[in-house]
């Protein structure tokens, strides 16, 4: 067996107290063997962890990794205009290459700001699963599925598509890469296909997950075409099981918030995405209150425009806030269990907490630092002060993805000249 011991730590428990401890972790099985006093001799390599605060890692429930190149492409429109005047005309150029570099660029950004786990909808997913297996995160993989503007053939390959990557791709990367079979929204992809292939989805054992309720453009067609809410439709097509999750429910009204909290599907909070395309304010408070699981999530760089978990914390708590018209609202515990275990639950992994046999993924944040400075209560640093550059240690499955500051397992001069490259070329291609 070969240990790695994080040493002279505080400790973020699933109760959210905080306790001085060391963690040992055997990196032959990926999980933490145990928390407590002086472990640093029973372990072959240390990390030091003091005056640090010991997290599990942050679970990022929705993003779209790859496009990291496109970050700063195009700004302040809204999803509509913003998807069909500038994104898919620029996605329409991408190559597998270009996914790549881009996924790359992600995993870098999301391993330095201490991400161990994502969910992620895109296209290439062969590409990305390559890049995840490189940088040694977990991730929810699948390949996002448009079929509206498609000739009938077109529309069953790309839902076919996303299908056979969700078979192929299962438990990849020695068990770090899940999947799930990704309609892109309710509105994108027509109910024919959604009738066709979600119980080929279920029968694969894999979960469904899309975009849903997100701006009130979305909502009004499914409303006036099928005189239902678009969550009561999305019941009726089978995708609000359980193990499903949808990205954003902002406009969601009391019956959904109970057919979610019914269902037991888990909704993905993306408030700086929410809040850079002006979709609206999500009821999160009410979520909660529901009894609905909800994680957080990044979206991706292109509408955000970073990928830190971080700043999404104090997004959600400050935005949960503002919706509901409460100061008590979406309190920091409440976000500190969103940016780890309960996000981890929303996309089906077992991470998100420190506790002997859990999964090894953690996070290691530098206390040292004016923003940080005093200590009176970590939640509450964790969720409204700490910043991605804070992160000193990332860890995921056991092993090391950052050390000090340094990521391991990517070269990150070089994926960022790779970025830059391809980003150049392809703004050649698409804007001249
Ligand atoms: C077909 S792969 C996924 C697809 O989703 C697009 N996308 C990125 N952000 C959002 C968002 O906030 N709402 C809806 N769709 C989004 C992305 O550009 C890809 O085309
Ligand atoms: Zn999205």
């Known amino acids: 067996m070969t240990m790695l011991a994080i040493t002279e730590g505080r400790i973020l428990r699933p109760d959210l107290s905080v306790t001085a401890a060391d963690v040992l972790i055997d990196r032959d099985s990926g999980e933490i063997s145990a928390i407590g006093p002086d472990l640093a001799g029973d372990a072959d390599e240390t990390l030091d962890a003091a005056n640090s605060l010991v997290t599990p890692g942050y679970v990022n429930g929705h993003c779209h990794v790859a496009m990291s190149l496109l970050r700063g492409y195009a700004d302040d429109k809204p999803l509509d205009a913003w998807l069909q005047e500038d994104i898919w005309p620029a996605e329409g150029a991408l190559t597998s290459d270009d996914v790549r570099a881009g996924a790359e660029l992600g995993l870098l950004e999301m391993i330095k700001s201490g991400i161990t786990a994502f969910a992620d909808m895109y296209f290439h997913i062969p590409d990305i699963a390559d890049a995840v297996e490189t940088a040694g995160l977990r991730a929810r993989l699948g390949h996002g599925i448009v079929t509206v503007g498609k000739d009938g053939d077109a529309a069953r390959e790309d839902a076919r598509t996303s299908l056979e990557i969700a078979r192929e791709f299962d438990g990849a990367a020695d068990g770090r890469i899940s999947t799930a079979f990704m ?3 309710l509105t994108t992809v027509g109910s024919e296909y959604l009738d066709e292939f979600v119980p080929d989805a279920r029968a694969a054992g894999v979960p469904v997950h899309y975009h849903a309720n997100e701006t009130e453009d ?3 067609p499914i409303v006036d075409e099928r005189g239902v809410r678009p969550l009561e439709y999305a019941a009726e097509m089978g995708m609000l099981e359980p193990e ?3 990205a954003h429910a902002v406009h969601v009204d009391d019956t959904e918030i109970d057919l979610l909290a ?18 609206g304010m999500a009821p999160v408070q009410q979520l909660l209150e529901a009894g609905v699981t909800v994680g957080l999530g990044t979206d991706g760089a292109a509408s955000n425009n970073d990928l830190s978990m971080l700043d999404e914390a104090r997004d959600a708590a400050m935005l949960g806030k503002l919706a509901a018209d409460d100061a008590s609202a979406v309190p920091a515990e409440a976000v500190v269990d969103m940016l780890t275990g309960e996000s981890a639950a929303v996309i089906g992994l077992e991470s998100g907490r420190l506790e002997v046999g859990a999964p090894a993924d953690l996070a290691v944040i530098d206390l040292e630092q004016p923003h940080l400075t005093p200590p009176h209560d970590l939640v509450s640093h964790l969720t409204y002060a700490a910043a991605a550059a804070d992160v000193r240690h990332t ?23 790779n970025a830059l490259e391809a980003a150049e070329a392809l703004s050649a291609r698409v804007d001249g």
């Open 183 to 185: 309609p892109h929204s």
């Open 218 to 220: 979305e909502v009004a």
């Open 244 to 246: 499903d999750f949808v």
């Open 262 to 279: 019914e269902a037991g599907t888990g909704v993905v909070h993306c408030p700086a995405s929410n809040m850079k395309l002006a979709s």
């Open 395 to 417: 860890v995921c499955d056991g092993r090391i993805l950052m050390r000090d500051r340094e990521v391991l397992t990517l070269d990150e001069a070089a994926v960022r000249e």
